[in-house]
Nanobody
Framework: VQLQASGGGLVQAGGSLRLSCAASGGTFSDYSMGWFRQAPGKEREVVAGINRSGGNSDYVDSVKGRFTISRDNAKNTVYLQMNSLKPEDTAVYYC????????????????????WGQGTQVTVSS
């Protein structure tokens, strides 16, 4: 499966952005999806994961209550709605996919994912 992330940009602290990740080349509903980010000089970290149907998800503590992951299987797209953005959210954001037979399962480790998008830059100014 191929993944194309979009929606990044420059926003002031307190603002919002919605990232999208469009998938092609596979049956989207067969894949659990995740969002990760990597800030300059730091390791890639998980932001959120969502299961195949979209009913189960989890987040890294630093974004809970501010970010929402969702998916539209009819549109082969996963989203990350980011509200109340902070300068420390500045990073390149990546979407990732993993095929799984378990419909309820989501994944939160980068080594659990098989496919990655190219990344989209999010910059939050103070």
């Amino acid at each position: 499966v191929q993944l194309q992330a979009s929606g990044g940009g420059l926003v002031q602290a307190g603002g919002s952005l919605r990232l999208s990740c469009a998938a092609s080349g596979g049956t989207f509903s067969d894949y659990s999806m995740g969002w990760f980010r990597q800030a300059p000089g730091k390791e890639r970290e998980v932001v959120a994961g969502i299961n195949r149907s979209g009913g189960n998800s989890d987040y890294v503590d630093s974004v809970k209550g501010r970010f929402t992951i969702s998916r539209d299987n009819a549109k082969n797209t996963v989203y990350l709605q980011m509200n109340s953005l902070k300068p420390e959210d500045t990073a390149v954001y990546y979407c990732a996919a993993r095929a799984t037979p378990y419909i309820r399962r989501y994944f939160l480790r980068s080594d659990e994912y098989d496919y990655w998008g190219q990344g989209t830059q999010v910059t939050v100014s103070s």
